[in-house]
């Protein structure tokens, strides 16, 4: 029996008190960190709140939350031109201070402020999926691993590896050309072009990410095609198409989570089957001679790759490349699939593209030629994911304490998350048809604020990767295929985690084109 100040106290009664007291001293202990929260950022303007623990969080869900569009343009109407306020909240467990912003002034300000604002915050899933790779590592100056990193993988998306990647990209898109012919046959058939895109941009980085020839589109053929795969291998590129989903999944868990929470034994059984799953694809690469070698490829390419004799090790190049692995292919995947709708949604737009395409031999085309061949079609591209941004905020951290907009101080280790969504909605930027479709806004260039890929040191490494796949494949599948939509059908709702998709598919009517 356990004895308080001398007096014997009966084991219940221990229990009964800390049963009492432990939420007790939680809520005080998030009552007390709120209203700091509250009188901090006292002098900056934000939207009423309603209460002040969880209030931030509620308000990021009504603006970052699962149907973004209309809390957007609700915002809009409610908070009038000061829409985009610094919406400070706090966020339970990190304990952090955070503010929320899509006011362009301030974006500004943090993009000039370039020492201050260059790493992203600890805490998120990355940490701990894939703790070694970019999307995880802290830019601590030039020597860190992160710098070394940038340097090492950014040389694989120069002209000489695009120039590698093209023949394996236009392999998988007469893939995706087969498969779609079999599934429509004839007249018009209703596709989920973002299953299709989803498989197809892994099958391209399957390839020249992890060097085997991936064969994940075939697995949407009709069971009976006499191409049809084996269930072994359905299962073997299914088994790398689960794996990546579940890594995606996972990741988006952690962020925010107690660390423990990963060991549920459920969770945690699956996640060492995706480790299993994929490591084994990796040391597929890198150890084995069964793979061919001869398709130029990202793993073998890090593998050789060195500054003044410093390699990544196994481990490092484990997760850089599964850091590609996620941040390249449903982005890609997800934003021409917007674009696709848009396409099917406009019929012009779809007749300028087809007059663009028609004249090109695109089964045989470099990727390095893409821009200049397809300047429309680019445009589009670029249209539909300002309307879509495909990732819907960029995160980042205060490295010191700092005054933002003149006035607002903002404590060191602070979280700014800027809404790119709302960025992209600004009319003071875009003009009044904000909402609408119209790539030949980006005839002129796009303005300082159209940030779909980040920004400063940090912005996506594989933006020109992702425009020239994404722009191939729409060109390439407007060449082969006419897009409608059923007359009437509802607009597909958007789902956002990491990646913004559309949570039922996006199903378009298609048809073979004569050649
Ligand atoms: C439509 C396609 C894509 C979009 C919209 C996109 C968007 C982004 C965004 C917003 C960031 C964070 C930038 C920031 O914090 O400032 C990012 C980072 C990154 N992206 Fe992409 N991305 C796309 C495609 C790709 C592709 C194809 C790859 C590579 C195969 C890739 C690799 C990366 C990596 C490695 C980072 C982390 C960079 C770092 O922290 O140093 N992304 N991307």
């Known amino acids: 029996?356990?004895?308080?100040?001398?007096?014997?106290?009966?084991?219940?009664?221990?229990?009964?008190?800390?049963?009492?007291?432990?939420?007790?001293?939680?809520?005080?202990?998030?009552?007390?960190?709120?209203?700091?929260?509250?009188?901090?950022?006292?002098?900056?303007?934000?939207?009423?709140?309603?209460?002040?623990?969880?209030?931030?969080?509620?308000?990021?869900?009504?603006?970052?939350?699962?149907?973004?569009?209309?809390?957007?343009?609700?915002?809009?109407?409610?908070?009038?031109?000061?829409?985009?306020?610094?919406?400070?909240?706090?966020?339970?467990?990190?304990?952090?201070?955070?503010?929320?912003?899509?006011?362009?002034?301030?974006?500004?300000?943090?993009?000039?402020?370039?020492?201050?604002?260059?790493?992203?915050?600890?805490?998120?899933?990355?940490?701990?999926?894939?703790?070694?790779?970019?999307?995880?590592?802290?830019?601590?100056?030039?020597?860190?691993?992160?710098?070394?990193?940038?340097?090492?993988?950014?040389?694989?998306?120069?002209?000489?590896?695009?120039?590698?990647?093209?023949?394996?990209?236009?392999?998988?898109?007469?893939?995706?050309?087969?498969?779609?012919?079999?599934?429509?046959?004839?007249?018009?058939?209703?596709?989920?072009?973002?299953?299709?895109?989803?498989?197809?941009?892994?099958?391209?980085?399957?390839?020249?990410?992890?060097?085997?020839?991936?064969?994940?589109?075939?697995?949407?053929?009709?069971?009976?095609?006499p191409k049809a795969l084996s269930k072994a291998e359905t299962e073997r590129e299914l088994s790398f198409s689960d794996a990546g989903e579940l890594l995606l999944f996972e990741t988006q868990r952690r962020t925010g989570e107690p660390s423990f929470a990963k060991y549920w034994p459920p969770r945690y059984m699956r996640w060492l089957s995706v480790q299993k799953v994929l490591g084994k694809r990796i040391d597929e690469v890198l150890e084995s001679g069964t793979v061919d070698n001869s398709r130029l490829n990202m793993l073998k390419a890090l593998q050789d790759a060195h500054e003044e004799g410093r390699k990544m090790s196994k481990a490092e190049l484990r997760d850089e490349i599964l850091t590609l692995l996620m941040a390249g292919h449903e982005t890609t995947g997800y934003t021409t699939s917007w674009a696709l709708l848009e396409v099917a949604r406009n019929p012009e737009v779809q007749e300028k593209i087809l007059a663009e395409a028609s004249t090109l031999d695109l089964d045989n085309m470099q990727l390095t030629h893409v821009q200049g061949s397809l300047p429309y079609t680019w445009m589009v591209w670029q249209e539909a994911l300002r309307l879509?941004?495909?990732?819907?905020?960029?995160?980042?951290?205060?490295?010191?304490?700092?005054?933002?907009?003149?006035?607002?101080?903002?404590?060191?280790?602070?979280?700014?998350?800027?809404?790119?969504?709302?960025?992209?909605?600004?009319?003071?930027?875009?003009?009044?048809?904000?909402?609408?479709?119209?790539?030949?806004?980006?005839?002129?260039?796009?303005?300082?604020?159209?940030?779909?890929?980040?920004?400063?040191?940090?912005?996506?490494?594989?933006?020109r990767l992702a425009y020239v796949e994404g722009v191939y494949l729409l060109a390439f599948i407007v060449k082969n295929f006419n897009l409608r939509i059923q007359e009437g059908s509802p607009a597909p709702t958007p789902k956002v985690s990491i990646t913004q998709s559309s949570e039922d598919g996006i199903n378009l009517l298609m048809s073979k084109r004569r050649q």
């Open 1 to 225: 029996m356990p004895s308080i100040g001398g007096v014997d106290v009966p084991n219940w009664c221990v229990a009964a008190g800390a049963a009492v007291l432990t939420p007790a001293a939680v809520y005080a202990y998030l009552l007390r960190q709120g209203r700091a929260r509250q009188a901090f950022f006292a002098d900056t303007p934000q939207p009423k709140e309603p209460g002040p623990i969880f209030a931030g969080i509620v308000e990021l869900e009504k603006i970052q939350g699962q149907r973004p569009i209309e809390p957007v343009k609700k915002h809009f109407k409610d908070l009038g031109l000061t829409w985009g306020v610094r919406l400070p909240v706090w966020l339970f467990p990190n304990m952090e201070f955070m503010l929320f912003t899509a006011d362009p002034a301030i974006i500004g300000e943090i993009q000039s402020k370039k020492d201050l604002f260059h790493s992203r915050p600890s805490g998120t899933g990355f940490d701990t999926t894939m703790p070694k790779g970019l999307l995880a590592l802290r830019n601590t100056g030039p020597q860190s691993s992160w710098a070394l990193h940038r340097r090492l993988v950014a040389p694989l998306f120069s002209d000489k590896f695009l120039e590698g990647y093209s023949s394996q990209v236009s392999e998988k898109a007469d893939m995706l050309r087969f498969v779609l012919n079999a599934n429509i046959q004839e007249g018009e058939v209703e596709c989920d072009i973002q299953n299709y895109m989803k498989f197809v941009t892994l099958d391209v980085i399957g390839s020249i990410g992890f060097g085997f020839n991936s064969k994940a589109t075939m697995t949407l053929l009709p069971e009976q095609h």
């Open 388 to 463: 879509r941004p495909t990732v819907i905020g960029h995160v980042r951290q205060a490295e010191a304490d700092v005054t933002l907009g003149g006035k607002y101080s903002i404590p060191r280790g602070t979280l700014l998350v800027i809404s790119q969504l709302m960025l992209a909605h600004n009319e003071d930027t875009w003009g009044s048809d904000v909402m609408d479709f119209r790539p030949e806004r980006m005839e002129k260039g796009y303005p300082d604020m159209y940030l779909p890929f980040g920004f400063g040191g940090r912005a996506c490494i594989g933006k």
